[in-house]
């Protein structure tokens, strides 16, 4: 790769760390690319999945300030760059990777702190915003409604 060209690289990826709210690491390694894009399909809008070369992620994250990488930057690495929610684009690695098992998920950083491959895996069993949202104003109603009922009570 030409100079010029590894300098956009890593501004993209730069760009890419700066305007995400977390970031996914995984090895493809064996992945066809037909595969590579159904995990693309399967990410939907919540994350983009970047295949790039590990020294390029490593100067990217250095000018983005992102810390705690490096020791999940060797083999063939791709980036799952979360714009969306987090437990959408877990679950979706998480399933992927249960029915391709040449893709790893090595671990992450979420809001500037390295997460691992057991909390990735946690966030993924989690119910999606709105649902735990959901859950949460019945809760809220359910408990209002009781004690309406109990001053109503003659």
Known sequence: MAKPEKVSAVAELKEQFENS??????????????QITQLRKDLGDSASYTVAKNTLVKRAADEANVEGLDELLSGPTAIAFVTGEVVEAAKALKNFAKDNKELVIKGG???GTPVSVAEIEKIADLESREVLLSKMAGALKGGQSKAAGLFNAP
């Open 21 to 34: 709210g977390s970031a996914l690491i995984t090895e493809y390694r064996g992945l066809s690319v037909p």
């Open 109 to 111: 950083i979420m809001d």
